[in-house]
């Protein structure tokens, strides 16, 4: 009889054992993937956040860059008529606040030890005071000011006229331009200006051989009406809380504030009266607390927002803008645009 040999079968299934470790390396492998997932994801919202204020900042300067092109820049400058003593908050009067924004800060004596900014709430009857006043604002002292000492709109960027080796007290920074670096005054915050009106509303912006100029208050076009382009600030940003070195200066110890660009309309006959004031572009623009203005990426040069060079009629923008990558990872970026202002700057 022939004996058939049997031969055992492979083995099937898994011991206790293997199935244990399979079992961990599957959870590995699947918490990996949603890490890798939920991580993809942060980038891929927080990206396009960033693209999208960037976009925005981009389209709000192509937009300004197109009004200004045909607008008649200002340097807004005043003198005190009468001694302001240390203190007092009522009013600051002055030779005219024309070209001065309804509400901001002034920066008094700005070339000596007695330098002050004073922020102010509204302008007086006549052009001639600031009420509302603030003493001491932005990091310096409450001092007094005799009649006669100067004071201009803390908001201007401009350079200064001695740009050869000039003393420490005279600048607040210096800007890097397309032709050369430059030492300006000012914290560069803001614009003061004027645009072509035309007050049938049509687009008859002559009066003889003359511009007729003013601003659009509210939907009404007024020869007696006045823009400016402000920074406001709405929420704080600290480099502690980060835990991060947002402006590349080597330490963790900044605070910044984050805001927006905004347009202001007023009629300066009626200093008084309704304001129009609207938001332009991303709320994510990046300003240093007290330092608004210096050098926010590490460049060894100064960032104003606004750098206004009368004389070549050319106003540079320098928008710095913040967002995230991650939860914990901050993103600056930079949007610039400059624009030449094809009519003569306004009298100082």
Not at 19 to 35: D, K, P, R
Not at 229 to 251: K, M, Q, T, W, Y
Request: with cysteine; proline share 5%; hydrophobic share 40%.
């Amino acid at each position: 009889m022939k004996v058939h040999q049997r031969h055992p079968h492979p083995r099937s299934g898994f011991s206790l054992l293997e199935m244990v470790i399979a079992s961990t390396l599957l959870t590995f492998i699947l918490m990996a993937s949603f890490a890798l997932i939920e991580r993809n994801g942060h980038l891929s919202v927080s990206t396009l956040g960033i693209a999208a204020a960037e976009q925005n900042a981009q389209r709000m300067l192509y937009s300004l860059e197109r009004e200004l092109a045909d607008a008649r820049g200002a340097n807004p400058l005043a003198a005190v008529t009468t001694d302001l003593q240390e203190g007092a908050t009522t009013a600051l009067f002055v030779d005219s606040s024309l070209g001065f924004p309804p509400f901001g800060t002034l920066l008094l004596e700005r070339d000596t030890d007695d330098k002050e900014r004073i922020s102010y709430t509204a302008l007086g009857a006549g052009l001639l005071s600031f009420t509302g006043l603030e003493r001491a604002v932005a990091c310096t002292n409450d001092e007094s000011h005799p009649r006669g000492c100067g004071l201009l709109w803390d908001g201007l960027a401009e350079p200064i006229a001695l740009q050869s080796s000039p003393p420490a007290n005279l600048y607040d920074g210096r800007v890097r331009e397309a032709d050369g670096t430059y030492f300006f005054r000012g914290n560069g915050s803001g614009f003061s200006y004027r645009v072509p009106v035309d007050p049938a509303g049509g687009t008859d912006f002559l009066d003889g051989d003359s511009i007729r100029w003013g601003a659009v208050v509210d939907g009404v076009p007024l020869t007696s009406g006045w823009q400016a382009l402000i920074f406001r600030p709405n929420r704080e940003l600290s480099e502690a809380d980060l835990r991060e070195d947002v402006n590349n200066d080597g330490d963790r110890l900044d605070v910044f504030d984050v805001g927006q660009i905004r347009r202001l309309a007023w009629d300066t006959a009626d200093p008084g009266g309704p304001l129009d004031d609207r938001g332009l572009g991303p709320a994510v623009i990046l300003q240093e607390r007290c330092a608004w203005g210096s050098d926010l990426d590490g460049d060894g040069f100064e960032d104003p927002l606004f750098y206004w060079d009368r004389e070549r009629r050319m106003l540079h923008f320098r928008l710095v803008i913040i967002g995230r990558a991650r939860a914990d990872i901050p993103v600056v970026r930079r949007v610039e645009a400059s624009v030449f202002l094809r009519n003569e700057a306004e009298d100082s």
